[in-house]
Nanobody
Framework: VQLQACGGGLVQAGGSLRLSCVVSGRTASTTVMAWFRQVPGKEREFVAS????????NYGDSVQGRFTISRNNPKNTVYLQMNSLKPEDTAVYYC??????????????????WGQGTLVTVSS
């Protein structure tokens, strides 16, 4: 399974960005997916996860109500729509996947496959 994330960039506080993660090597509908983020010197933080069919999601407390995770299985793609961005959202964002389980967990250890990361910078 390979994951390719894109869509990061520089945005002003209050703005929006949409990240995409394309899955290859396996049909996306067989994988649970998630987004995590990390800043230097800190642990990887859970952002959002979604089940295989795309009808159930989990969100981290810091992004609840501002971010939306979704998926388009025919396109083998998972999205993270980020609205009302804050400077503290600045991080490298990683998409993650696993096909061994139906649990769309909140821990990095729940996922066996990772994308390369895309940088999101929010200016104040």
């Amino acid at each position: 399974v390979q994951l390719q994330a894109c869509g990061g960039g520089l945005v002003q506080a209050g703005g929006s960005l949409r990240l995409s993660c394309v899955v290859s090597g396996r049909t996306a509908s067989t994988t649970v997916m998630a987004w995590f983020r990390q800043v230097p010197g800190k642990e990887r933080e859970f952002v959002a996860s979604i089940n295989r069919s795309g009808v159930r999601m989990n969100y981290g407390d810091s992004v609840q109500g501002r971010f939306t995770i979704s998926r388009n299985n025919p396109k083998n793609t998972v999205y993270l729509q980020m609205n009302s961005l804050k400077p503290e959202d600045t991080a490298v964002y990683y998409c993650a996947a696993d096909y061994r389980t139906t649990v769309y967990g909140k821990n990095p250890q729940d996922y066996n496959y990772w994308g390369q990361g895309t940088l999101v910078t929010v200016s104040s």
